[in-house]
C-alpha cells in the first residue's frame, strides 16, 4: 500500500492554493489525509501534485455571526467538536464531529476534507444538509457560494470543479433558536473504526416548549448512506410540521422517507435493510429531536 | 471407589505431591509475575520481523490476482524488467525451473504452488514476485507486469460447489474430478438405531459462513536470504519470519525450497505481533519465495511484508466456513440420545497443510459436554472461489459447540423444558470422569453441573433489581429492547495429538479399514513429545531452550516462573533466548494451548533430573554419598560427612563448605575450580539436562489407545467455561448490546493468574469479534467485501462489555503440571454461549439463531421472516 | 531501505524525532510511518494497517497524536516527533510503560506503542479520566490481544502514577 509518486507543495494562502492549482495539472489538495491518504495509498488516487492546506491558517476558523456561524475548511473534526459556539447554535454539528473515529483522526481531519471527499456515508454532508448550509467555493476568479442542496451532485462528486477549493461553510443559525429547537444525529456503527452503515440527522423547533404538545414548526430529517448523495426527505419533514409529533405522523414520515431512499447493498447492510432502517431512524431522529427541543 | 475414581485420585496426588516433595518452595507457579518481555518490547529493544533492514536487503512485493477464478493466458514482465530498478519478476516458471518444489497441502494428492501455475483460483492469489530497491519501487514494477486473464465462472457457495461440474482443479485430489477435495464419515456407537427409537428428532440447518479469524495485527512477514557460498556448516538459506510452530511448520518451508531441514534456518522473533493460530499457514508461502527471490538476485536479503489489504483479501488469513445440517435424537424426559452432524467447510482455493485437521478436531468432543453414546459425524472439505484457510483459535470447534448449543435450545422449546434444566439433565456426571467420548477421546476431569450453578449463583443478584429484574426486563421490551440470559457450558480441548494430522494423507476409500486395532499397533502411533533443554552458566543463571514460539503469550515468564520454583532461584535468574528451528528439538509449539500446559510439566520432568544431577556432582565432590545431600534453594546442601574420613586436606576443605550454590557447581563440573580446567562435552555435564515430555495421550495410553490406533483426534486437556451473558436485542435495528457476561473458567492448575486471565479477556473478545462482527463477506462474483479494517471490524475498546469472570481450577489429571489449555479460551465459547443468550431474548419472537455472525442486518431479517409476531403468551 | 530515489521526485526535509535533528532527502509519497521506521530507526512505531484504522503507528506531530501512515513524511518538515519509547525515563520505564508492564496491559506488545501515545494525548488532556473517557480516549487503537480489560486498567494506573509524581515535584 503505497502511494505513487508526486511532487509536493505547501502554500500558506488560499491565494498560493489557487495558482497551484492553475499551474499544475493532475494535482489534488489535501487536507487532513484521512481519506485522501487510503486512496493514494492503494493507487486509487494518483495525483502527479500534492497540495497541501495544511500551512494555509486563513482556513481554520468558527466564525459567530448574527444569525450565522461560519467555519473554514480547515477546522478540524476536534475544534468542530469542542467549539462552544457551534455547541450551542447548531449542537449537532458538533456531535458529526465527535462521532467521527476517534481522538487521533479528529485531530487532523477537516471540515472541508470531509465535504471534499462526499462520501455518500459521511457525517458531515448529512448534517450540513439537514442545516441548510452554503458551501464556499473558491478560485481565481473569486468566491462562489453553493447551497448544500446543490452542491453534492452524485457519488462521491460535487461542484467543486477543476482548480477550485471549499473555503468554508456557512450555516443559517436564525431557523434554530436556541430555547425551542433540538437536534439528533444517530448513527448505525459498530465500531470507532468504520463509517456508519446508516445515519440520520434529525432537527425540529417547536412553537412553545412548555406547552402541552408543543407543535413542531419546522422539522429537517437527513441521512447518509441511504442514497448516493445525503438525502434530505422533505416531504416527511412536512408530515410531522404543524404536528405535535404525534405516531401517525411520524408513521406517515418514516414510510416517505423509506420510499425514497435508494441505499446500495453492502456486506451487513443489504439494501432492504437499510431502507427498513430508514423508517426506524426517522421516527428515532425525530423523537429525539423533538424531546431535546421540550427539554432545555 | 472405582477403578477411574482412584486412578483420578492418583494422579491429582501425584502432582500434590511433587509440589509438597520438591525441596524448593513455590514461590513464583501460581502467582502473578510480571512479564519478563514487556521492558524489552516497551523499550523498544525487542525486534519484531518486520524491523529487521539490514542495508543490503532488497524489497518485494506481488502481482496478485483481481480475478476469483480466471486462466492466465500470458505474463509479460518485459516492461517490468525494464525498470531501472527493477532486480527480479518471477513467475512460477521461473520458480519451478529452478527446481523448487510445490507447498505442502493438506489433502493427498494435492499441490499448491506458491505463485498461480497457469490459472488463479481466487482475489489476491499471488501471481509473480516483483524484487526492487524499496517496497515503494516494487510497487511501482509490479504496476508494470502485465497479466491477461480469461475468466471463468466463480463458485463462492459451499453447496453449490460440491456438485458443480465446474471443478477447480479437476486432476487433483481422491474425489478427482470434484470440488470435494476430502470427506469422511465417523459411524459412533449406533446412531441409526437410535434416531430410530427415540422419542423426538429435530433437525436443523446452521450456517457459520464468516470465516472469522485472528487477523494479527502484525502481518505475514518474511526476510528471506541465500548464502550464495556457504562455508562447511553454514546453511544456505536463512528465513527471518512470523513463522507459527517454526521448530516443526518448518516443513512446510525446506520442503518447498527442496532442501535438507539443516539446509535452512528459521529464525523467528522472541515474540511475533500476535498469531492467536493463523501464521502457521499465512507466512511460509513468503518464507519460501523470499529466500528463493534471494538466491535469484545473487545473494542480498529480501524482504516481504504483507499489507492489511493483501491479508484481507488474498493472504489466506480466513478461518471456518461452514454448512451444517445437523440433528439430535432425544427422548420426552429430555434424555439426549444421540446427535448426526454432517457439515460441509468452505476451505476455499487450496485446502491447506494441517489447516484441513479444523474438521477433525471437533470429532473429539462430538458429543460436547453431554453424556450421548451415539453419533455420526461426516464432513466434507470443499474447494471454492474463495481464499485458503488458515487455522485459528480454537482449531474448528467453536462452530461445532455453537451447533450443538442451538440444537439444545430447539430440544428444550420442542419438550417446553427450561433451557438450563435440559442441560444439568445431559451434562456428562463428575462420577463419570475420566469419560470416553464416542470417538473414543477421554475428558479427564471436571463437574459440569456445579460450574454451571456456581455461574447462576453469581447472577443471582442480578435478578433483584439488577440487569435481569424481571421488571425492569418488562419495561425494556415495551421498548423494544429484548433482554435475554442464559448459561451455556461449552469445552475447550487442547494438547491434540500429533499423528491424527496425517489422517488426510490416507487414500480415502481405505481410511475406514486402514486405521484400525487389527492393521495398526500401537507403536506406530506417531507423537510429539514436548522437549526442554537447559544448562547452568558459569555466573550461576540457568539457560533454558524452549522449541515453541510466542507471538504474546508470555512463554520466557512462565518458563522462568517453572524453572525458578524447580530449582529454588528467582525467575530473574533464568535466561530464556531465542531459538532458530536448527537449535533446538523439533516441538509443535504454540498450537493447541500447548505451550503452558506441557511446557510445565516439562519444567517439572526437567528440574527433577537437573536436580538429581547435580546431588550427583555435590556428592561426588565431597566424595560421599548421594544419599547424604540434598538439593535445597539455589544449590545443594550437606546432610551429613558420617562415615567419611577426608583423603587429603584438599578434601577435608571441600567438605567443610557444606552448601553449593549452582555457579559453584558448575563450576565444579566444568573443573574450573581445581583451575585444570579441560571442559567437557557439554552431553557429559551434570549442569546440563535434556528432557522431553511424552505425548499427553501417549502417556495416558490406557485411556487413549484406542483412539490413537484408531488415528482419531485425541484432545487431553479439557478445559471449560460457563458463561451467563446477558443481552440485548433492539429488535427495530437489530443491533446486539452485550450488557454484561458472567463467566467461570476452568482451565486446570494456574501457573500465572495474570497471563492466564489476559488469556481470558483477549479470547472472550474475539468470541465477541466472531459472534456479532466479523466477517470475511464474499460477492456472488468471489470478490472479498473486507479488505480493509473499515469492513473487518475487529472488536473495537467501544465493544468492551462489563465482564465478571470467577477462575476455578479442576486439576488435569493427565498433565503432569495438573495445568490445561488456556490459549484458545473465549473463542471456544463466548459465540455458543452469545447465540444461546440471544435465543433467549428472541423467544417471544419465535426467532432462533441459525447463522453467524449476528449482525443487526441478518437480526433483522431473522425478525422480519417471523413475521414480527407477538410473543405466544408468556407465563 | 536502498536510497536510490531515481529521478522521481525528492525533497530535503528536517524533523527532529526524539529530540534528534534528522535531515533526509525523500520521496514526497513516502509515509512518516515508513520515514520513522527505516530512516530514523524509530521501529517501535508499528504499522497494522496503513489506512488509518488501527492506531498502531500512532506518534505526536507538533503536540498531537496523529496516525503515521496517514501523513507523508514531507507533512511533517520541520516538525517535533515523539514517539512512544521516547515517554521512557532515562533507562527507566516512564510512568505510562510501567503501568502497561504492572497490569499486564501488553501481550504480543504489537498495538501498545500506539496505545501509550494515545494515553499520553488523553492524560494531558483530562489527567483524571473516568471508564468512559478512557473508552473514547483509546477508540483510536485497536487490540487484538488483550480484549482492552487491562488496558483500560493501566491507564487508570497511569493516571494514579503521573499525578503522584507531578504532586512530588510540584508541577501540578
Ligand atoms: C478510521 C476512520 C474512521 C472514519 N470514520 C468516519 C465517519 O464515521 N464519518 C465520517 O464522516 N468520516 C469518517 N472518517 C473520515 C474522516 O472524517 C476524514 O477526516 C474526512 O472524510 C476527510 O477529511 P480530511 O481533512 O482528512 O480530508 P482529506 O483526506 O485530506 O481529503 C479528502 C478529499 O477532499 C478533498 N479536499 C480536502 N480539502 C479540500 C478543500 N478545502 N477543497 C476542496 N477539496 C478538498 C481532497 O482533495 C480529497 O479528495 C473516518 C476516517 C478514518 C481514518
Ligand atoms: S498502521 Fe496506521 S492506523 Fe493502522
Ligand atoms: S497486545 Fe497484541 S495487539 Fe495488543
Redesign the pocket.
Known sequence: MKSEPFVYHSPSSVEEVVSLMNEHDHA???????????QMNNRL?TPDHLID?NGVDE?AYVDERDGEIEIG??TT?KTIANSDAIDRTVPILAEAAQ???GPS?RN???L??????A?P????PTVLTALDATITITSESGDRDVGVDEFFIAYMMTE?GEN????GATVPTDPFPIGRTGMSFL?L?RV?????KLSAAGIVRVDDPTRDDPTVEEARLTFANASDTPLRVEAAESAVEGTSLTDDALEEAAEIAMDSADPADEMQAEAEYKEEQVGIFTKRALREAYDRALDQ | MSQAEESKAERVKEVEDHISNQPTPQNYVGSEVRRKEDEKILKDHREYVQDRNPPDALHAAYVRSPHAHAEITDIDTSAAEEHDECKLVMTVDDYRDAGYAPMLCGIQEWAEWPLADGKVTYVGQCVAMVVATDRYVAEDIADLVEVEYERLDPLVDVMEARDSDNVLYPEMGPNAPSNVAFDETFELGDPDGVFEEADHVIEKEFDWESRASGVPLETPSALGTCNMNPEDGEEKFHVWSNQQLHTWADVAIYAALDQPREEVRVEVPLTAGGSYGTKHATVYRHAVLTAVASEMVGGNPVKYVEDRIEDLQGGDSASTDRHYKAKIAFNDDGEILANDFWLADNFGAFPRFICTNQVLKPLAIVNGPYDVEHARYEYEIVCTNKMPQTSYRGFGTPAHSWVWEMLMDEAADVLDMDPTEIRLKNYIDEEDMPYKTPSANVYGEGDYAKTVRKVWDLVEDEKDGGLLDPDRVEELREEGIYRGSGSALVLEPGLGCYDYHTRQFIPRDELATYYTPENRDFSDVVTMAEPLEAYIRTDGKVVVKISSDDQGQGHQTIASQMLADELGITPDDVVVPQQDNLDVASDVGSASSRMATVMSSAAIGLGEKLRGQLEELAADHWGIDTEQVEFDEGGVKQLSTEGVEPVDKRHAERLEQEFLTLTELVHIDKMMETGDSHFKPQAELKTYAYYEYPDVAYENREYFEEAMIRKRPTYPSISFAANVPIVDVDVETGEIEIQKIYSVRDSGRIINPMIVEGQHHGGIMQGIGAALQEEFGYSEDGQPQSTTF?DMMLPSIENLPELEIEKQETWSVFSKSGAKGVGETGIMDIPASLAHSVNDALKPLDVTVEEMPMTPNRVRSWIRDAGDAPAPADD | MIDNTSDRPTQEITLTVNGNEITEEVEPRHKLSDFLRYRADETDVRVGCE???CGACTVEVDGKNV?SC?LFAVQADGSEVLTSKALNDDDELGPIQEAFHENHALQCGFCTSGFIMATKELLEENPDPDREEIVEGLS?NICRCTGYVNIIKAVEDAADRIDTVSQATGDD
Open positions: 489534488e489538495l489535501v487536507a487532513g489525509n484521512q481519506s485522501l491518504a487510503i488516487a492546506l482556513l475548511a480547515m473534526h462521532q467521527i473515529a483522526v487532523v481531519g477537516t472541508g476534507g470531509g465535504i471534499g471527499e462520501d456515508a459521511g457525517n458531515y467543486v477550485e477549493m471549499i473555503t448513527e456503527k470507532p473504526h468504520t463509517w456508519p | 473499515f | 489506512h488509518g484504522a496516525k496517514m483510536d
